[in-house]
């Protein structure tokens, strides 16, 4: 009985340790927010200097960002069912080494915001499922050989805003699904092709902001599979006739906020399948004729930006049969377009005039009443009747859920009666159609009246046509007669002529004469 009693003391004592164990283990520091239900964890801003240890075993969600925690060491291997890992805007400096190498269910690794210097291709051993790795915004200034190759589901790579001046070779290898590249905002003054090589895959490249002057030829040789590439901000000055040429499948260009003095037209009839174009805050001063020629599939194209942009001229979207979206705004000194230019573009929808310099607008320039959305703000605009028609489809037309919500909030400039008035809040006296209404009813009364008078003429001369018949009739029996008698004259004159003559030859000589 004593034996049993001591059992049970053991028992329940074992039992009380169980449980302070899974208290201990389980401890949620802090300003965290603990989920044992969802396995979720939020220490954000907690003020945490190291990783905590003492949380759920099993957990499957860690949020560590904004905390001063220093670096990592082996703390995660604790957590080996982690799925999403942030620990971004630290002060983490090394990521050392296999310290990831129990994480092989981690697919999110966010370390962005931290002070690292360098990685290594041993920094992420263990991490085979991970799909997208944060590295933006820290101290790395090159990309090593094969320093990724561990991560051979990795799908999106963030490098960007670093110090990167170099790239190995060989510093993609093992990434054999990658989808997105983010090199932007770093020093590389070259595109590293022969590092593309290896993600033959890749589907988006983000190069911008970075500091290049040119395209060369094959510089995305490797990238066939490409559907958007961004190369904004690099201080672009040319692109070679053949630096596109491999990039059939791309969708998307970004050549905005660089220093292209023409429209690239001969390299880009190598994109034909493009979609999207953004090529504002260049130097060119219009767009000529066929400027995108061959590109067909062409749906948006935005033009923003841009200080010397003048003007637009015909058949500049001559091949861009299916634009959609014409975005065309703050452009200091762009004042005209041609006529017809937007002729043969029957789905075009969307367009932005927003910040230019135009005072009008032709009502023929467009087919305003089919577009779903139409921004003219902002332009110094004279608000007379030749808007008239502007002023009527802004009082009127409902666009899309598409176009901002003050689209209409449309201002004059001028006369300066009406500067600063909304357009739609004049009258049409205000924009002097009443002048323009008088000149018309002038012009179509003189018209009227003009033809009242002719239809009075042709409707005596039917009611009096006998008569007139006659008038005309003798008229014209009196003019056949005056040329006989004009001819009998002659005759007689003719034959007093001819009688004179003998008269005078028979004229007898006396003979003294003789």
Request: glycine residues 4%; hydrophobic residues 40%.
């Amino acid at each position: 009985m004593q034996c049993l009693r001591g059992s049970r003391g053991i028992m329940v004592l074992l039992f009380y340790i169980l449980c302070l164990w899974t208290e201990v283990s389980a401890m949620c520091p802090m300003r965290c927010k603990c989920d044992d239900q969802s396995l979720r964890v939020l220490c954000a801003n907690a003020n945490l200097d190291v990783v905590p240890i003492t949380l759920n075993p099993e957990l499957r969600e860690l949020i560590l960002n904004n905390n001063h925690i220093k670096g990592i060491m082996s703390s995660f291997s604790v957590y080996h069912n982690l799925e999403y890992l942030d620990v971004s805007h630290n002060q983490l400096v090394d990521l050392g080494e296999y310290n990831f190498k129990m994480q092989g269910r981690l697919e999110f690794l966010l370390l962005s915001s931290n002070m690292i210097s360098s990685v290594h291709n041993h920094s992420f051993v263990g991490l085979q499922q991970l799909k997208v790795l944060h590295l933006n915004e820290n101290f790395l200034e090159d990309v090593p050989s094969r320093a990724f190759v561990h991560l051979p589901n990795l799908e999106t790579l963030d490098l960007s805003r670093n110090r990167i001046i170099s790239i190995s070779e060989d510093a993609f290898e093992g990434l054999e699904n990658i989808r997105g590249l983010l090199l932007r905002d770093n020093k590389l003054n070259r595109i590293p092709s022969a590092a593309f090589q290896n993600v033959p895959t890749l589907l988006k490249l983000d190069f911008g902001l970075n500091t290049i002057r040119e395209v060369s030829e094959g510089a995305f040789a490797f990238l066939r599979q490409l559907e958007e590439l961004s190369l904004d901000g690099c201080g672009l000055r040319t692109i070679d006739i053949k630096g596109f040429q491999q990039l059939s499948s791309l969708l998307v260009l970004k050549l905005h906020d660089n220093e292209l003095q023409e429209i690239p037209t001969s390299a880009l009839r190598n994109v034909n399948r493009l979609e999207e174009l953004n090529i504002g805050q260049n130097k060119f001063k219009e767009l000529k004729p066929r400027s995108f020629q061959k590109l067909k599939y062409l749906r948006i194209i935005q033009i923003n930006g841009s200080p010397m942009f003048t003007s637009i001229r015909k058949d500049s979207l001559f091949d861009n049969i299916n634009l959609q979206k014409f975005i065309i705004a703050h452009n200091k000194n762009l004042n005209h377009i041609d006529s017809h230019t937007f002729d043969g573009l029957p789905n075009l929808r969307y367009v932005s005039f927003r910040g230019n310099a135009f005072t009008t607008f032709n009502y023929d320039l467009l087919p305003w009443d089919e577009l779903t959305v139409l921004d003219v703000r902002d332009n110094p605009l004279a608000c007379d009747c030749k808007l008239l028609w502007l002023w009527k489809l802004l009082r009127n037309k409902n666009f899309s859920s598409d176009a901002p919500s003050n689209v209409v909030e449309v201002h004059c400039t001028s006369p300066p009666g009406l500067k600063n008035m909304l357009l739609t809040k004049v009258t049409e006296e205000d924009l002097g159609c009443y002048i323009e209404n008088r000149r018309q009813q002038m012009i179509i009364g003189i018209i009227v009246a003009a033809a009242i008078a002719v239809g009075g003429l042709v409707l005596l001369g039917f009611r009096y046509r006998e008569k007139l018949a006659v008038a005309l009739k003798n008229k014209w029996t009196s003019r056949r007669k005056e040329p006989q008698y004009q001819k009998t004259t002659c005759v007689e004159d003719e034959s007093t002529v001819l009688q004179t003559t003998a008269q005078q030859s028979l004229k007898m000589t006396p003979v003294t004469e003789l």
